[in-house]
């Protein structure tokens, strides 16, 4: 049995007890999830507050509709649709409603977690530049359209593989490549100037 199965097998038996009326095994569903889920709620919003209130808000969304989660795919493939789902509604009544809070703080929209993009492509610089690198990358990031920046943050930084990816997204596999392969060649395109400003001898672009 691999390692894959295993883990819906743990996951099958412990949604079977939640739905039995343990719901404090709830928690321990969740839990290897709750990362990813601000992450992607995060990059969709672009607010911390904003998104760790979604991520609640997700979570018990979950929560009341465990019964009509039906194994097709992972638990977390279904949460993290979820999650966007929830930031997405969020974003959308946001617009709706811009017009009417026009007092809003400047440069609120673009404050982003400092942990975003935990250790991704992480290279052996003192700490003061890994810090430069880590806000550089995150600033780049955050630039991208929303359609790579969220195919780019699950593949790449939450590393899910691509049918995963084409799960929670609702797009095909073929769609996947395609987004992330635009994705690595904009943040190449962005990010390449202002890396080698940190260290011109580091190739940055492992992927190519």
Same mark, same amino acid.
């Given at each position: 049995m691999t390692a894959e199965e295993i883990q819906l097998r743990?996951?099958?038996? %412990?949604?079977?007890?939640? +739905?039995?009326?343990?719901?404090? &095994? &709830?928690?321990d569903l969740i839990r290897p999830y709750e990362r990813t889920?601000?992450? +992607? ?15 609640q808000e997700a979570f018990l969304k979950a929560f009341r ?9 992972? &638990? ?54 890994? #810090? ?5 990358? #995150?600033?780049? %990031? +955050? ?8 195919? &780019? ?32 060649? +904009?943040? #190449? ?8 400003? %940190? ?10």
């Open positions: 743990n996951e099958a038996q %412990v949604i079977a007890s939640i +739905m039995a009326g343990e719901t404090g &095994f &709830f928690h889920v601000y992450i +992607m709620i995060l990059s969709v919003l672009r607010n911390e507050a904003d998104a760790e209130d979604a991520a509709n465990l019964s009509k989660f039906r194994a097709e795919s992972k &638990f977390g493939t279904w949460l993290i649709r979820i999650a966007l789902n929830e930031a997405r509604s969020r974003l959308r009544a946001r617009k709706t409603a811009a017009a009417e809070t026009l007092d809003a703080a400047p440069g609120e929209e673009g404050h982003v977690s400092p942990a975003l993009l935990r250790d991704w492509r992480e290279v052996p610089l003192e700490t003061l530049e890994r #810090q430069e690198v880590r806000i550089v990358l #995150q600033q780049a %990031v +955050m630039t991208l359209p929303e359609i790579y920046r969220e195919i &780019f943050l699950l593949r790449d930084v939450e590393e899910l593989s691509v049918r995963e990816s084409a799960t929670t997204l609702g797009i095909s596999e073929a769609a996947v490549k395609v987004r992330l392969h635009r994705a690595r060649m +904009m943040l #190449q395109k962005t990010l390449a100037p202002r890396l080698k400003q %940190v260290n011109p001898k580091q190739r940055w672009f492992p992927w190519l």
